[in-house]
């Protein structure tokens, strides 16, 4: 059974920084797409970033583009999401999810298992 386990959110002033964990179990995060969303109140879940298992490109919405950094840690089985320079337009719950096919998407409906999210609020 895949899992997928967030962790790493909370509070934080604007220009601060945080990092996302996505902690897998029951696959190996290289053999499968991981992408990171989002969801604001009232919002449509959006694709942040993510990294793909088929090349190891790592994809990014361009409003985090140079904010934001996906990594992979094998050994530890586990997505991480470094996000700088923090700014209210990215409060919202944070969700990690896998997707076993390809071409690369990050559109939320091609994603099979979802992680049950992470709260990030960016405020002063």
Partial sequence: ???????????????GSL???CAASGFSVD???IAWFRQAPGKEREGVSG????????YYADSVKGRFTISRDIAKNTVYLQMNNLEPEDTAVYYC?????????????KYDSWGQGTQVTVSS
């Fill in 97 to 109: 999810a896998a997707r076993g096919s390809v071409p690369f998407t990050l559109l939320p409906d």
């Fill in 31 to 33: 053999y499968y797409t």
């Fill in 51 to 58: 990294i793909s298992n088929s090349d190891d490109r790592t």
């Fill in 1 to 15: 059974q895949l899992q997928l386990v967030e962790s790493g959110g909370g509070l934080v002033q604007p220009g």
């Fill in 19 to 21: 990092r996302l964990s």
